[in-house]
């Protein structure tokens, strides 16, 4: 194939072009000249004897061009000094091997730069729990728990397993304090601050009055009721440890507002009224020391029925007598008015025609100006002003 002058200049323009691009991405690859140059450097040794100086000096001719090429792939001003003879090449073999290793390791292609087009990751990121999404491993530590499950294997899990077991139950009759688990680990034991200068192990902690298994408390009501009881008992029973206002005891359990009031009966939790700042603070009670009392109380779950039901027939009681007071009263204003009808009956008759006297001037006049008149009715005595007009 035939090329013009012009079409070699712009090959070669390319090929320099291409070179510079990957010397930027730290890739150095050398001409074939410099390549010829350093293989015609090296002297090949001289055959001498029988078989065996001929397998060695094939070897070492082997090695020579090995390292030829080596010092070729990193660069000419990367190599350290070249061979120039067969007794250099095997006076140090192990030197070499490293060498060509270093290299091999040195300039690995590099891959893809995914960063240079996708800004974020989605199949590396992990979630940090901090308000950020961050996927720097590093920064997690040895303690994060996602990261530990996910590089843990099965014996591992199961040991760790054992381990908080025996931690809140004890330690087993298998595996006592300090004896060696299944994958080798010793069982470590965990320890809790209860007070500044006080540490206990963790299967002497106070646990949970419900579930007998947590060592965390609700601290609300720890702290206002005096009750260890873990956040998911208070959950699962809110028939025991839900917060009642003061109207639901006085409706529900039928108790006075004395003993609401008494802080000897009843812990309580205070809060700002929800209706109104300006209203009495709203006080929160326990269902459980509110049951029983009141059980205490009325004698038990029945006594409290047959009270509640007492109280709810005394009040259809009042408010039937109150009813019937109400209608004995509108009964009463319907004779009034029935007796005062029959007396206009009688005296004046079913139907009554005015018969108004002459009119009479008054002294008074209207707003218009005119004068003021006024008329009787001769029958019923009905008086009428009108205007002289």
Request: aromatic content about 8%; glycine content about 6%.
């Amino acid at each position: 194939m035939n090329l013009n002058a012009e079409q070699k200049a712009s090959i070669e323009a390319n090929r320099k072009r291409a070179l510079e691009r990957l010397q930027k991405r730290g890739i150095s690859i050398p001409s074939s000249s410099k390549l010829h140059e350093t293989s015609s450097k090296v002297t090949k040794p001289s055959i001498q004897g029988g078989t065996e100086h001929s397998k060695g000096n094939a070897a070492n001719s082997t090695q020579a061009t090995k390292v030829v090429e080596s010092t070729a792939v990193s660069g000419p001003n990367d190599s350290p000094q070249q061979p120039s003879s067969s007794t250099h090449i095997e006076s140090h073999p192990q030197n070499r091997d490293a060498s060509s290793v270093e290299t091999k390791k040195q300039y690995i292609r590099p891959s893809i730069r995914k960063k240079d087009y996708i800004e974020y990751d989605f199949s590396t990121m992990e979630n940090s729990y901090g308000g950020f999404i961050n996927n720097d491993r590093s920064l997690y530590g040895s303690g994060y728990s996602s990261i530990d499950n996910a590089e843990k294997t099965f014996e591992q899990w199961q040991a760790e397993q054992r381990s908080k077991n025996d931690l809140f139950n004890g330690p087993s009759s298998s595996t006592e304090p300090g004896d060696a688990v299944e994958n080798g680990t010793q069982l470590v034991r965990e320890f809790k601050h209860l007070g500044p200068d006080i540490i206990s192990d963790l299967s002497a902690l106070p646990k949970c009055e419900e579930c007998h298994v947590n060592v965390e408390f609700d601290t609300i009501l720890l702290q206002h009721f005096k009750i260890k009881i873990c956040k998911r008992c208070t959950v699962e029973h809110p028939e025991k440890y839900s917060l009642l206002t003061k109207t639901e005891c006085k409706s529900d359990y039928l108790l006075t507002e004395p003993e609401l009031e008494d802080h000897k009966l009843f812990h309580r939790l205070e809060k700002a009224n929800p209706h109104s700042g300006t209203f009495a603070r709203m006080q929160l009670f326990l269902r459980k020391e509110v049951e029983e009392f009141a059980f205490e109380k009325w004698g038990g779950q029945d006594g409290l029925d047959k009270e509640w039901e007492q109280r709810e027939a005394s009040k259809l009681e009042r408010r039937e007598k109150k009813y019937q007071l109400k209608l004995k009263e509108m009964r009463k204003k319907t004779r009034a008015q029935e007796y005062t009808q029959k007396m206009k009956m009688k005296k004046f008759g079913a139907k009554h025609i005015h018969e108004f006297s002459a009119p009479l001037k008054m002294k008074k006049k209207s707003d218009d100006g005119y004068d003021v008149v006024k008329r009787r009715c001769i029958g019923c005595g009905m008086e009428v002003e009108e205007l002289d007009i």
